[in-house]
């Protein structure tokens, strides 16, 4: 069975600083794209960031670039996501999405046709989600 579990998530003030865990079971950590996707209360999910298991592949949503940064322990077959100078428009509930069933070479799909830019459709299973709540 495969699963996603978000961990890290919480209370902070504007300015400071979270990391995100994605621990992923079930698919081989070989070969995937993980993504990163945030909902705040009365918006559309948006995408935030991905990457693939060559790490050839990194993006971000331009809300993010320059404050959080994606990176992958394969031997914990866990994505992270650094989040600093959180502002209070980072609230939201993060959840992190895998693509892991190929045949093709994992990508991440950015283009300018979803919120954030990442496609939600293109990831086959996703976590339950983890709380970010950045005071002002």
């Known amino acids: 069975e495969v699963q996603l579990v978000e961990s890290g998530g919480g209370l902070v003030q504007a300015g400071g600083s979270l990391r995100l865990s994605c621990a992923a079971s079930?698919?081989?950590?070989?070969?995937?794209?993980i993504g990163w996707f945030r909902q705040a209360p009365g918006k559309e999910r948006e995408g935030v960031s991905c990457i693939t298991s060559t790490e050839e592949s990194s993006v971000y949503a331009d809300s993010v670039k320059g404050r959080f940064a994606i990176s992958s322990d394969n031997a914990k077959n866990t994505v992270y996501l650094q989040m600093n100078s959180l502002k209070p428009d980072d609230t939201a509930v993060y959840y992190c999405?895998?693509?892991?069933?190929?045949?093709?070479?994992?990508?991440?799909?950015?283009?300018?046709?979803?919120?954030?830019?990442?496609?939600?459709?293109?990831?086959?299973?996703w976590g339950q989600g983890a709380q970010v709540t950045v005071s002002s």
């Open positions: 999405a895998a693509e892991f069933k190929g045949p093709l070479p994992p990508v991440c799909p950015f283009g300018n046709s979803w919120p954030g830019g990442l496609n939600p459709l293109y990831f086959d299973s």
């Open positions: 079930g698919f081989s950590f070989e070969r995937f794209a």
